[in-house]
């Protein structure tokens, strides 16, 4: 299988996660820099918010209020135009662990993971699938919607807001949930074996596009698990992704020359690439 052709977007960030696209722009956090970038398809790229912390997950609440994912304070940040943040939501009341991804629905309800460990222990404190989803509402409770979870990371909404789908890094495998109206989530199953799935993001068709850092790979899954198509990244960890652009067709791969171990010391060059495919996206992000 050809690998497509891609096209180098942005370059020499330190480690690009939680790749957005919206209002016709691809945001994206640069974790080792504690930035919010925002840029276009012609490549202008500027500086959106600075956060105090290491930023991870972001969303948009229904009124456009860019909201940040501050990992270790387990904290929520809200950005509003100006370039500074703002304390939004304190979770370490409810969290167990270091935080991670998360997506805002609709209903400006933010579904954050939690790892349930601390990150920078990982030896000392991980029992491997204590992970769980925490889900906060536009008012600031927060409560736990997912237990039991490996490594809780990318986390995608499909475009009906009926089904959550997060990426078990821990175990090589996606979990499916159904959304009640009160956004509860219930597990449907468990499906697809890519090696660590890191970021993703939904099609029309129902599949899902996942960042396999384990395997330097964009991979897409379809729900009954079966790999649909496969964009190599030679040397590079497949970090996360996003659909995006005029039509959606533009898939937006973030890549890292980094390992785990060089990443916790703060080593790691990134960058954004893109390459257009057949399928437009659909839901969140």
Known sequence: ???????????????????????????I?????????????NQTSELVCKINGVPSGIGFSPRGELIIVSMFRQKLYRCLGDGKATGYVDLADIAAGTLDDMIIDTQGRAYVGDLGFDLLQPNA????????????TPDGKARVVAQGLGFPNGIAISGDGRTLIVAESRCDR????????DGSLSLVRRFGQVGEPDGICLDREGAVWVASFK?????????????????ETPRRRAVACVLGGPDGRTLFCVTAETTHERLLQGRSSSRVDVVSVEVPGDGLP
């Open 1 to 27: 299988m050809s690998t497509p052709r891609m096209r180098t977007l942005i370059e020499r960030g330190k480690y690009f996660e939680s790749p957005r696209y919206y209002d016709g722009k691809l945001w």
């Open 29 to 41: 956090a640069d974790t080792l820099t504690s930035k919010v970038l925002r840029t276009t398809l």
């Open 125 to 136: 404190t991980s029992s491997g699938t204590e992970g769980r989803l925490l889900l906060v």
């Open 174 to 181: 996606l979990a499916e949930f159904s959304i009640a109206s």
């Open 215 to 231: 395997e330097d790979a964009f991979v897409r899954i379809a729900r009954d698990g079966g790999e649909l198509a496969r964009i």
